[in-house]
């Protein structure tokens, strides 16, 4: 597979996407939803109460359809996003898929960024 096959692959289906008529939206929410995840905190609200909190510095448009997917909770007004149960187990899967494409083509190189981004905070 070459970079350009890996830049075309949807992270969530790992479907082929034709230059013809390709509409990227999907490919641009699983890398947002992912970057989102890997810059995430956690933050306690009330007493026994965390979130997983990330700052929401990407497209609103793609943002939006993370929401409506219900993958994160969000606010016009609000400088950071809260990724929901379900944003996390799909993140989480979306990581996996990719640090996979990551080792096999970089080999013990991809390695290293897989141990790195286990550390998630």
Do not use: P, Q
């Not at 640090?99 to 897989?114: I, P």
């Amino acid at each position: 597979m070459n970079d350009r096959n890996l830049a075309v692959r949807s992270l969530s289906t790992g479907e082929r996407c034709e230059d013809e008529g390709f509409d990227i939206s999907k490919v641009l929410e699983d890398l947002t939803l992912l970057l989102i995840y890997l810059s995430s905190w956690r933050e306690k609200v009330i007493n026994d109460v965390w979130v997983t909190r990330s700052w929401k510095g990407y497209d609103f448009d793609v943002l939006d359809r993370l929401v409506e997917k219900g993958h994160i909770s969000s606010t016009r007004g609000a400088k950071s996003v809260i990724l929901t149960d379900k944003g996390i187990k799909e993140a989480e899967r979306l990581k996996g898929i990719l640090l996979r494409a990551v080792s096999k083509k970089y080999g013990k190189e991809g390695e290293k960024h897989h141990d790195f981004a286990a550390h998630r905070c």
